[in-house]
């Protein structure tokens, strides 16, 4: 089954923890990206990496981290940084190209704070 | 940067008629434009995408219609159903900045019975 997978579905987060997201793809995809939504807003972009071992900030990457050590794999890390990380988040890739192709997203993680 | 703007924020129609949601983009340089539908807790799929080179494509019962001297596009949804209900967001895209997707602030579509 060809896709993107995002784990955990729904994570809680304690004031001053550090909380990772997971993403996966086995769509043999060089691009991924991370974005948040919040209601009644269009998707942000946080960070993005275009191929293995390197990756560049978005809009809103304050208080976020990632890493791309693998192309099948681009963690997204939420810091104690972010003040206000309640959102869903999620994840995506596309393949490169000379022609512009569509980016597909994962299911996303809804992240709530106690 | 890009900035795209989207509208309605929601719309309500009945049955069997006829949504229309409009986006406009600032710049002249974005080449591509996908929409989306998100239903409640999922993540959005791509429903439809029109690149620079083409004023309009059509999908069974979904079309999108592109304005570059306007700089706007729209989607238009024939004979809409109950499960047509969902979010939509439209989004832009430009040459070089890494290939980055500017989207709208999305379009609660609600088909009434």
């Known amino acids: 089954d060809g896709g993107i997978t995002q784990s955990p579905k729904y994570l809680f987060r304690k004031e001053g923890q550090n909380v990772t997201l997971s993403c996966e793809q086995n769509l043999n995809h060089d691009a991924m990206y991370w974005y948040r939504q919040d209601p009644g807003q269009g998707l942000r972009l946080i960070y993005y990496?275009?191929?293995?071992?390197?990756?560049q900030k978005g809009d809103i990457a304050e208080g976020y981290s990632v890493s791309r050590e693998k192309k099948e794999s681009f963690p997204l890390t939420v810091t104690s940084a972010q003040k206000n990380p309640t959102a869903f988040y999620l994840c995506?890739?596309?393949?490169?190209?000379?022609?512009?192709?569509?980016?597909?997203f994962g299911p996303g993680t809804r992240l709530l704070v106690l | 940067g890009e900035n795209v703007e989207q509208h309605p924020s929601t719309l309500s129609v009945q049955e069997g008629d006829s949504a229309v949601i409009k986006c406009t983009y600032s710049d002249s340089a974005s080449n591509y434009f996908p929409w989306y539908k998100q239903e409640l807790g999922k993540g959005p799929q791509l429903i439809i995408d029109?690149?620079?080179n083409v004023g309009e494509k059509k999908d069974q019962r979904i079309a999108v219609t592109l304005n570059k001297t306007a700089k706007h596009f729209s989607l238009h949804i024939t004979e809409t159903q109950p499960e047509d209900s969902a979010v939509y967001f439209c989004a832009a895209e430009g040459w070089g900045g890494g290939n980055k997707l500017t989207f709208g602030t999305g379009t609660q579509l609600k088909v009434e019975l």
């Open positions: 029109i690149r620079s």
């Open positions: 995506a890739s596309r393949d490169r190209g000379v022609v512009k192709e569509t980016q597909y």
């Open positions: 990496s275009q191929i293995v071992n390197d990756f």
